[in-house]
């Protein structure tokens, strides 16, 4: 299986910035489109942005300009740069991966166990 790893959740002020980090771990896959989720209390889950192995990025709409995803392909990591946070960016984000083992041409997807961010006073 390949597991995923988040980590740089935390508390931070409005308008702060935050960077969460997640790992892929494993041997013998290849990790494709990797992404963000998050979700808040009482809320669906929802898309943050997404990365394709390439370097090309897709965000929600309401987060462009604010949050930024990057991947270093030879760490099998994907980043998420968060700045001018506010309270509504408050949830558990998640990393998501799609991967496929050397032997099989199945897509697999793979989620991380979240992180809190908490934007607060």
């Known amino acids: 299986q390949v597991q995923l790893v988040e980590s740089g959740g935390g508390l931070v002020q409005p308008g702060g910035s935050l960077r969460l980090s997640c790992a892929a771990s494993g041997s013998g896959f290849s990790i494709g489109v990797m992404g963000w989720y998050r979700q808040a209390p009482g809320k669906e889950r929802e898309l943050v942005a997404t990365?394709?192995?390439?370097?090309?990025?897709n965000y929600a709409e309401s987060l462009k300009g604010r949050f930024t995803c990057s991947r270093d392909n030879a760490k099998n990591t994907v980043y998420l740069q968060m700045s001018s946070l506010k309270p509504e960016d408050t949830a558990v984000y998640y990393c998501k991966a799609e991967y496929r083992y050397s032997f099989s041409s199945l897509i697999r997807n793979s989620w991380g166990q979240g992180t809190q961010v908490t934007v607060s006073l």
């Open positions: 990365i394709t192995a390439g370097g090309s990025t």
